[in-house]
């Protein structure tokens, strides 16, 4: 098992080397190797994905990335900011199913603005495609038409786009709580009556798995009124931007929330929800548990490996357990840590 380690910018590579330290410590038969992603690649070779960055990501099983960006390479010229890299290796890579979690450890119910009841415990699966629909499809544009200006854009889906990613999402339903819930607009959209009638076909292939249905406004409301009651959400590019949003804030703490974006082998890139957090770079306090809990996604998703992805994840349960926090989820009357020491803890959990 090959994996290409990206730590990035920011507080991209405290957090990355965390998570490599829970890899190794797992004893695994993996082979690590880094490499240059964003800000930092455009100052080293002028490129935010070089060449050698492209080479080591296409030879690898699957891509560990910490987080990309800062304000010193805001004003650089569109093609050589850091996320341009970002959206380059999702391309190169095909990785067209973007997985989600929105977890809340009971531990840390009081980090949600939602009432702990509400939210305690929630452990939702959002499935999104994320290669496809509106944002790619063609024509697109804003002309002139009748002496005034009009925008357009293309949504857009074949079955097959849809077949792919809907399969994905009972998969990953068939290794939790076999509830699919997919969305849609299709009493507007006929682009998303396809989706529907698509989504029922594949479901078929999966009778164990209860499929439901939703229309993109009523599951934004019900995210937020009972969230609970989805196990895993899968839905187009567009709404699934917004809802996996929705439904990472539902649990308050942004540094826990791990994502993983998969090609039709399970081939994979995985990386924090969050960003590169600047303004606090190189202090050593930044949560790296959504970077360790990433690591696990990639032990579940392309190495199959249940045991050690559940490992890691019940390491990470008892570290909160025992108090430990980082500032961003710290309460009064827990043990407040650094980086460091959020990696000690779970490999001593471990
Ligand atoms: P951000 O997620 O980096 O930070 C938002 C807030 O959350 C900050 O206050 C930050 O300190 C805090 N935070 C984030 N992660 C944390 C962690 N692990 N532990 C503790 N606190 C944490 O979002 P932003 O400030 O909007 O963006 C900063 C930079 O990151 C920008 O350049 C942006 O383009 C980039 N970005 C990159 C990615 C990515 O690499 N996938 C995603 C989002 C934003």
Same mark, same amino acid.
């Given at each position: 098992m090959k994996i290409c380690v990206l730590p990035g910018d920011g507080i991209g590579p405290e957090i990355t080397a965390e998570a490599v330290r829970v890899l190794k410590a797992l004893d695994l038969r993996i082979e690590m190797e880094e490499a240059l992603l964003g800000g930092c690649a455009v100052d080293a070779t002028g490129n935010p994905y070089p060449e050698a960055t492209q080479n080591l990501a296409r030879a690898s099983d699957a891509v560990l990335l910490g987080a990309v960006g800062g304000p010193q390479w805001d004003n650089l010229p569109r093609e050589q900011r850091p996320e341009r890299g970002l959206l380059g290796i999702r391309k190169d890579l095909g990785l067209f199913a973007n997985l989600r979690p929105a977890i809340l450890y009971p531990e840390l119910a009081n980090a949600s603005t939602l009432k702990p009841e509400v939210v305690a415990g929630l452990d939702i699966l959002i499935v999104r495609e994320l290669t496809g629909d509106i944002y790619f499809g063609q024509p697109r544009g804003i002309e002139v038409r009748n002496g005034e200006r009009v925008g357009f854009n293309t949504m857009i889906y074949s079955e097959s786009e $849809?077949? !792919? $990613? #809907? !399969?994905v999402a009972f998969e990953a339903a068939m290794k939790r709580n076999k509830k699919v819930c997919s969305v849609d607009k299709m009493n507007v959209l006929e682009c998303t009556q396809l989706w529907r009638d698509v989504a029922i076909e594949v479901g078929k292939e999966y009778p164990e798995v209860e499929l439901s249905h939703l229309l993109v406004d009523n599951a934004a409301m019900q995210l937020v009124r009972a969230p609970k009651q989805f196990d895993v959400m899968v839905t187009g590019n567009m709404f699934?931007? $917004?809802l996996s949003d929705e439904a990472s804030m539902l649990t308050g703490s942004i540094g826990m929330l791990p994502s993983a974006s998969l090609d039709a082998n399970n081939k994979g890139m995985y990386e924090p929800s969050h960003g590169s957090a600047p303004d606090i770079a190189g202090q050593g306090? %930044?949560?790296? #548990? %959504?970077? $360790? #809990?990433? %690591? %696990?996604?990639? #032990?579940?998703y392309t190495f199959a490996d249940e045991a050690a992805a559940q490992r890691v994840e019940g390491a990470v349960k008892k570290v909160l357990a025992q108090g430990f926090r980082t500032g961003d989820i710290y309460?009064?009357?827990t043990k407040r840590v650094g980086t460091r020491e959020m990696g000690d803890a779970v490999l001593a959990a471990l």
């Open positions: $849809i077949r !792919r $990613i #809907l !399969r699934g931007d $917004i306090v %930044a949560n790296p #548990l %959504a970077t $360790i #809990l990433s %690591a %696990a996604m990639m #032990l579940r309460e009064p009357g």
